[in-house]
């Protein structure tokens, strides 16, 4: 079949368009290969382990990872500690998401603050967003101690620089035509945030609110690792003990409510957008 | 007495784009004056400078007997409620209803809460009424903006200046994205407004054809100085070739 | 001022009457009322619902908040104000660093491979809508699961050490790529896979000849930004599961030596890495876009 394809001939330029492509990939599969072997080299990674370990993990989990009767008993407790992580990621979301709208106003072109303090406030939160989560939770276990609060903060703060970057950058993008008329018939700043940007740029602070819950609650696992709270304790305490039927039981719980909590944001977003 | 005077202003952008060089011109009341000239010209930055979205550099503006480049916070507010616009992409909040955004024309006249609130007057929502029906938008008064045709929009535009009761409407590029016959809607709106309520209006329009049968007066401008100042009548073939530094005005034969 | 001059004002005709709603109060109505407001209200209300019920139900163990905040402002201004090695070296967290930027690279390397056949299961203007619909359905079950419990489950199924690392990270690259890639995919111009249907190309033909060159430079920021993301996460692994790197290096100078100069001086490491990473990443998705 491949024999009988009819091609158009290629003007000779073509040809060498198609030398150079090939040269260019040749060249970055070279440097992926080769960042490839330094990266195995720095980690211990055996390559040959590696693929072996997946058919013996899946093998593992068939004879191990399954819920039995004594995990089932736990189920009602595994609920309570998994509607816990699902709160906090909501609360820290929403409390972040409130500060970092008004946070970000400043920073945003639609407020005509001084260049300098839109400046401090990018600043501001990039601090925030690049100080990695973990940093701000063990920051925190100093104070707080193994509490709901320490990771309550750890995801505050991450969320808020998250955020506010998003919201400067989504606020620019959707009110900067309807900002501008509002200014012109005399609005004040505040008449024209409250009847300009808000309503126009709800519907993709609503979504991005929603998108980093879902995120939130898989961080809130690892931090409550951390912190001993929530579902990523139970997690851990289970698997500390060996009960990996209790564990797996953790980890199919999580997975419902993650692809629950994803169906239903979509659902939103197809509305509101 | 002129409502507006512009006395030898000039903008430069970042301390380094000249984007208006040395600009006079003297409007009265009741005028009907089109601005005309390639893009990048300058035209926006003139309607700008009037109600201070854009700071001029040198030069004085006066409008209503004020100097507007010396104007406070809370005199630009009073400039720009008596000064409408309407822009090319109609900038309404899309996601309110036409009535809303007619209304927020009133935000200048209010205090800083009631406008964050939305409140307003019920005075104030029959004379919304009453200018959408002027512009045939009754029907459309609850309708979501992001339902609206672009000439509708335009009008919602016109509504939303109307409703700060201006003494001057600022129109840039009005119909530079709309079909023609939407456009030639919204021209006879803007001259029917003209005319009738005796507001001032400055279009800056990009078709030389639209600006010569509306316009009373012509302003033309390339490269942010004035080369023509005058009738339509008088803007010969050999002006528009100087406005637009090519033949464009070739378009435009049937008009002369 | 605020008041209209409404003695010029003729009253409203009938004709405009009818078309104006009332409130029960017998005031003029001007909001819409459309669907997705009516749903963002919902969605605001119950979030915010359920963020008072979190904070009135979440047990906190009678922390003294207050207390608890200043002693937090304080350790900040140690962390940030006084960074110093003691129990590390610099060239001991450098090669930390560089061991979390190999397993963020390896769990990228392996992530894309994956998603790159994964995408091609995937793209709609490609796939069959089963097999996608599958696919689909495989990658959210990936995704759903929390990194760092691949890593613990692989530690405990394969050993620990790296290869759990990286599989565990490996998982969610791939899940995310494949949503990323075959995005990219579904971009490219619907004529051309048509056009080399028609002329008798294989499917394998049309994806080297048609869909990798039309969407390579889109893939390969898709990547680089899975990259940044696969740093952060190494990190997080290696301080929470233990698998080395210089994420296991803070929770060591946190939790082991309770040395907030030493976090500090560490977590300096970390931000300049993630500001150069996102830095080159902003580049990137410049050019792209």
Redesign the interface.
Known sequence: MDQTQEKAPRPQDQTSVFVTRKRTFTLAFLGVALIFVISAVATDYEVIGGLESIPKAVVWMARHFIPDAKAWSRLPYILSKLSETALVSVAVTVCAAICAFFFSLPGTKTTKTAPWIARIVRIIAAFFRNVPDIVWAILLLFSFGENILTGFFALFFATFGMLTRTFIETIDEVSASCVEALYATGATSLQTVFNGVIPSSLPEIVSWVLYMIETNIRSSTLIGMLTATGIGYLFDLYYKRMDYSSASLVVISIVILVIAIEILSNKIRKVIM | MPILEFKNVSKIYNNTTKALTDISFSVSEGEFVSIIGPSGSGKSTILRCI?R?VDATQGSIIFDGHDIKQADKKE??????K???I?Q?Y???????V??NV??????????I?????H????????A??IL?MLGL??Q????CDELSGGQKQRV?IA??LM??PRLILCDEPIASLDPSSSKIIMDYLSNINETMKITCIANLHQVDVALRYAKRIIGITAGQIVYDGPPEKLTKAKIYDIYQSDEGELITDVK | MSELDIAGQPPLSLEISQYIRKTRGGKIKTATKSRSDHAIKITIFVLLTLTIYGFATFNYKNVDIAKALAGTWSNIKVLFGQPKLTYGTWGGSLKALFVTFSLGALATIFGAIIAFFGSLLCAKNIANSFVANITKSFVAFIRAVPTILWVLIFTVAAGLGSVAAVIGLTFHSAGYLIKAYAESIEEMDEGTIEALKASGASFWQIVFQAILPSSISRMTAWTFLRFEINFTNALAVGAAAGVGGIGFDLYMAGNHYFDLRELGFITYIVVAAVILLEMIATKIKATVR
């Not at chain 2, 630009?76 to 409620?81: D, T």
């Not at chain 2, 209304?103 to 800083?112: A, D, E, M, N």
């Open positions: 109600n979205l630009i507010r009073q400039v720009r409620k000064a409408g616009m822009f992409h900038n309404l909040v899309d996601r309110l209803s009535i809303e209304l927020h024309g009133r935000l200048g006249y209010k205090s800083v009631s406008g964050v609130i939305g307003y007057t019920e005075a104030e929502k029959e004379k009424f009453q029906a009754t029907e008064a609850y309708k979501r535009g939303r200046s700060q009761e």
